[in-house]
């Protein structure tokens, strides 16, 4: 059986959100394609992503692996920073240099269903939106779905945002602190927002 939960290291208040979902008629029958609109309870949950990134003279050329949290929100910027660490004395990149090594951190917001249980390792569990079937659709107007463009239509969906420079090889050690600073204060806001912040 498929356990169709998340962890998440940090959540928020319950917020009710009303959704709309779009229900498939049958063909050669009574039952039309029809749109329900109801309420529902959602648990935002959050954790942070970070990576390692490599430019030569300001333009992209490889990216290494993603570290997540590890149960602790922000925990990923450990894994990330131990990695730059390296990269930067095998390669002898400094603040004077056309090579630049970075840190990206992002924020990922999980929508969920509320908790569900804790796992082993005594860390919340909370239910995922479904993702399939029929989408859990927001922000739908009275006269419906089929009023709005499809590239208006948003869905109770993950949200990424606030991607970060939050360490570089050509920033001083006091403006690589002020950045990791920065986004640790981001991420610990206590209402959610998904503002994009400045790279």
């Known amino acids: 059986m498929r356990d ?3 962890q998440l290291p940090r ?6 959100i009303e959704v709309t979902r779009v229900i498939f008629g049958v063909p050669g029958s009574s039952l039309r394609r029809r749109e329900i609109t109801d309420l529902v ?3 935002w949950g959050r954790h942070t992503n970070a990576q390692v990134e490599i430019h030569v003279n300001g333009v992209f050329v490889d990216d290494r692996s993603v570290n997540c949290d590890e149960g602790v929100l922000g925990s990923c910027i450990v894994g990330a920073l131990d990695e730059w660490t390296d990269i930067v004395k095998e390669f002898g990149a ?7 090594v970075s840190i990206s951190a992002w924020i990922t917001d999980t929508p969920t269903f509320g908790y569900a249980k804790d796992n082993v390792f005594g ?3 909370y239910f995922r939106v479904p993702r399939e079937g029929s989408a859990f659709f927001i922000g739908v107007p009275a006269t419906g779905l089929d009023s709005m463009n499809p590239e208006d239509r948003r869905t109770l969906d993950t949200v990424e945002h606030s991607k970060t420079k939050i360490r570089s090889s050509l920033w001083s050690a006091e403006e690589n602190k002020a950045a990791t600073a920065t986004f640790l204060k981001r991420i610990s806001e ?3 927002t ?3 912040q400045p790279a």
């Open 123 to 125: 860390q919340k569990c």
């Open 94 to 100: 400094t603040e004077d240099d056309r090579f630049e």
């Open 41 to 43: 309870e959602v648990t």
């Open 11 to 16: 959540t928020f208040p319950a917020e009710t």
């Open 190 to 192: 206590v209402v959610r």
């Open 194 to 196: 998904e503002l994009d």
């Open 4 to 6: 169709d939960t998340v």
